[in-house]
């Protein structure tokens, strides 16, 4: 395998105790070394290495970090809302066939279909028609689909690919419902939008996802890989519909995938244990604050605890771990009670509300807290309405780590945009906007939320794997007690290099 030399970069320390805290700077070398890299690892780091002929970069004093993981996302439904043209507050059939002249050009023209979404057109001064959508988009076949999903505005290349006959206006209910399911004949695997949405990823920095996309991503990444994808490391999870199919394959987590070439491994055993909070679904102890007229004024389980504990300890039989879904402070005792009876080990996805003597218990029995920091920015007013008596014990990033839990940092893409940087600066800084940091106290600093954004790796070193990300400024020498702006430069951070398993996937220096 062919090598690559990264000379003159400076390292960041990262890593975080069992107490919550990080290295001092004093652990690391104040002067840039050379990185060799040979069969995906780091296999020297010293100032001045000797070419031994392997391809060079200078990235003269930038500064190297393990590169990024996102813990939980779905890759498919990410990778869709990436492409899909924002029609959102447009106010007439004009203003969208304006908007979309304008960003149309500017698409990949691969043959896909674009899709565009959220427009609202029961204000609109008159209908929309398929001929000046034609006459904006050309061969190019465009869907939009309004904000409520009940209308289709097809142009004239959608229709016929869909065997439709040609009309003058949108489809509308029914007539529409019917053909929602088979839009995806208009879109092709592995084209402009998978394309975006890997170049995205390495451009900030991100090396690795858990895949926790509904159907089967253990399926599904293998195929990717086999058709020449090499830009993501990825751990593919499996849900209950897909269990006996996993188990029936041998699957086992942490093993590499057939076809994966060394890339894809099996994830976990992913359970949605609960509902959420705007649903006011997430399970708790307490009614919620505004429960009067709710069918369940605690919320939902999903699985009763009997239930949940049998499917766990089928995944612990099988070798899988599991990641389970619970956001409710009693979903989430549940969950923990259900891993320590069967031994299952793995991941709280969430992990949203907690009681406060669930933290040592998550620390025992090594349970990682899987937490998206960013939704705290959209879930904060609602928070205030639903649970006002117990946002104290919401994304209790500090406590957690400072308590020995690893705390894992991911977006839960598409709900939050496939971003650690975002997703750091909302642990750092926690608000969305004026205001002040909602439940500072459980605020992380930047050097914590580092080291919860890089799947437990630390410091590169010799031995570590070549998924590298270098960056313009270092995310562990902002200032802690200036919150607001630290969590600003988190959100500016430029990379200037990624690395998955020693091959670079973006370079901008
Ligand atoms: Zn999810």
């Known amino acids: 395998m062919t090598g690559l030399l990264v000379r ?54 930038r500064f190297l970090l393990p590169g990024l993981w996102d813990r939980h996302l779905h890759w498919d439904q990410w990778a869709a809302a990436l492409t899909r043209i924002d029609l959102a507050g447009t106010t007439s059939a004009d203003d969208v066939v304006a908007r979309l002249a304008r960003i149309l050009p500017t698409l990949p023209d691969d043959g896909a279909a674009a899709f ?69 004949e208009l879109t092709r695997p592995g084209t402009a939008s998978q394309e975006e949405a890997f170049r995205d990823a ?103 605890p009997a239930e949940l504990a049998g499917l766990l300890a089928r995944a612990a039989a099988a070798g899988l771990d599991v990641a389970v879904h619970a956001i409710g402070d009693a979903a989430i005792a549940n969950a923990i009670d259900a891993m320590v009876a069967t031994g299952a080990r793995g991941s709280i996805e969430h992990a949203q509300l907690l009681a ?62 496939l971003d650690p940087w975002l997703e750091m600066a909302a642990a750092v800084f926690r608000s969305a906007d004026e205001r002040d940091a909602w439940n500072a106290a459980e605020a992380l600093t930047p050097a914590q939320a580092l080291a919860c954004s890089t799947d437990g790796r630390g410091t590169v070193g010799i031995g570590s794997p070549a998924d590298l990300a270098v960056v313009e400024t270092d995310p562990t020498a902002l200032d802690a007690t200036a919150p607001r702006a630290a969590a600003a430069a988190l959100r500016e951070t430029r990379v200037a290099l990624t690395i998955v398993d020693g091959r670079i996937t973006h370079l901008a220096l």
């Open 8 to 61: 003159n970069a400076r390292l960041v320390p990262v890593g975080i105790d069992p107490t919550g805290r990080t290295p001092a700077r004093a652990t690391v070398p104040d002067a840039p070394l050379d990185v060799r890299i040979t069969d995906g690892v780091v296999s020297e780091l010293a100032p001045g290495l000797l070419s031994h002929g392997e391809d060079e970069l200078d990235v003269a004093g």
């Open 116 to 184: 565009g979404f959220g427009h609202r057109s029961a204000l609109w001064p008159r209908p929309a028609t398929v001929a000046e959508l034609d006459a904006v988009s050309g061969g190019r076949p465009v869907v939009l689909i309004s904000g409520d999903a009940h209308n289709g505005w097809l142009n004239s290349r959608a229709l016929e690919l869909l065997g439709l006959p040609p009309r003058t206006g949108v489809l509308e209910e029914k007539e529409w419902f019917d053909i929602l399911p088979r839009l995806d």
């Open 202 to 304: 390495a451009r900030k920095g991100v090396v690795g996802v858990v895949d926790m996309e509904f159907g089967g991503p253990f399926l599904a990444w293998p195929e990717r890989i086999a058709a020449g994808e090499r830009r993501l490391k990825v751990r593919a999870a499996t849900y209950p519909s897909h269990l006996d199919r996993a188990i029936e394959l041998g699957l086992r987590t942490g093993e590499a995938l057939a076809g994966g070439e060394g890339l894809v491994t099996m994830g976990p055993l992913k359970v949605i244990s609960d509902g959420s909070l705007n649903t006011r679904t997430a399970y708790c102890a307490e009614p919620y604050a505004d429960a009067a007229g709710l069918a369940h004024p605690r919320g939902v389980l999903n699985y009763a």
């Open 356 to 417: 406060r003597t669930d933290i040592p218990r998550l620390a025992a029995h090594g349970i990682v807290a899987s937490m998206q920091p960013a939704h705290l920015l959209d879930d904060r007013d609602v928070t205030a309405a639903c649970w006002p008596d117990r946002a104290d014990r919401c994304f209790m990033t500090r406590s957690l780590v400072e308590a020995g839990v690893t705390v894992a940092l991911g977006s839960d893409a598409p709900v939050s945009p």
